[in-house]
């Protein structure tokens, strides 16, 4: 977890002054618009595994993706919030002890309504996620949606201009996340008792958002 934290922060520190000073000056407002993203995604358990197993990360094979919306709050600084309506998913691996050549990869997908404090590029926010599919790479359990719980997690990141132009701006869009709730409401399987997924995540991908100021503008 700290070092997910860790990486998701030296991204921001890194490229935050670089894109606001090349490409968005400082008395620059954004208005209300909207857009999509798509973003990978790595992701890693952080509960204790049975016996024998520990975790691993992985890497989706799907990306997120989804609408964004940004919904400033008005005065002289770009604070405002943001909402993504999204499928997500979280891909996190098992592996043998002593034995590594042996693992498998959980997967698991959501339908997710994100709402986020904006503050100048930087988020804070909460996810709140509906199962839609679970399944396990491995033979050692099975996995069933309709045990999922709703997901839910608090995540810190950035949205981050790379470029902008009268039409809208393009953003790196990077977050970290950490699920404040276990993913299934009941053992995961009877030979494993109290056995249950936590996922730590960081995502890293790209977001596109529509000025509608032009649109009021044309009309």
Known sequence: ?????L???GILSTFSPIFAQEYIPSKDIYPFGFGMFVAGKAAVNTQDPPNGIKNGMAINSMPDLGLQVYVPFGGE???????DLAYIGYSYQFKIYNNESVNWVDKL???SISPNFHLSGFLLGFNFGFPLLAESGGSVYSLNSNNMNTYIDVHFGGLIPVYKDNFGRVNLYVQGEYALSEVFANKVNSNYPGFNIQPAAIKIGISYIFNTNLLRKKM
């Open 109 to 111: 997908s959501y339908f």
């Open 1 to 5: 977890m700290k070092k997910l934290i």
């Open 77 to 83: 600084s770009n604070i405002g919030a943001t909402l």
């Open 7 to 9: 990486l998701t922060l």
